[in-house]
């Protein structure tokens, strides 16, 4: 018996964390950080956001890892394949609870990436940074370069978990809409 079978509420809860999460990364990437980044000094917004985001990601990581497994334990999938040959055997026609599974299952890898990660090693460079502007001297090109390359692969996991939660969303659309959600 699946474990879905054990818990009734799943449904309910995959609603719930994925508009949690939803809501929280298109808020957090395309609101607060934006307006942050405009209207505070830049000692400020750095400061906030080194204390904002280790929990961002945190939060992040634990929902779309819950969001992995409720979209595998609520699809309909063939499951006695794995997930990729059920995307790649069906070329004409993809599966796409697998891809649901896959998609989240991304977004997984990429909050956890950013948490354990790029999110730590993006801190260092810029407490190292930080040195240097206290210091009143100019930061070395190369301190700036690996902040500004670690922020980007930050800001673009973030974007993929952000267009993975979307996506989930219309998956859950389509399931309510189609025969229903069993």
């Not at 990581?61 to 309909?76: E, G, I, K, M």
């Not at 990729?84 to 890898?109: E, P, R, W």
């Not at 930061?139 to 993929?160: D, E, T």
Request: proline share 4%.
């Amino acid at each position: 018996m699946p474990l879905a079978d054990y818990l009734p509420g799943l449904h309910g809860a995959h609603v719930v964390v994925l508009g949690t999460v939803t809501g929280m990364v298109l808020h957090t990437t395309f609101v607060a950080s934006i307006l942050q980044h405009r209207h505070l000094p830049k000692q400020m917004f750095s400061s906030l956001q080194s204390v904002q985001f280790p929990p961002y990601f945190a939060l992040a990581s634990a929902s779309t890892l819950f969001l992995t497994y409720s979209t595998y334990s609520l699809s309909h999938f063939n499951k006695s394949e794995s997930v990729l040959d059920s995307i790649f055997k069906n070329s004409n026609k993809t599966d796409s609870d697998a891809v649901a599974i896959a998609v989240m299952a991304l977004a997984a890898t990429a909050s956890v990436a950013n948490m354990l990660v790029v999110g730590p090693a993006t801190g260092r460079v810029k407490r190292e940074r930080e040195l240097f502007e206290k210091a009143g001297g100019s930061v070395p090109i190369g301190i700036r370069a690996r902040f500004g390359r670690l922020h980007a692969v930050s800001a673009l996991l973030n974007l993929g978990v952000a267009l993975a939660v979307v996506s989930n969303c219309f998956w859950v659309g389509n399931k309510w809409g189609s025969a229903g959600w069993r």
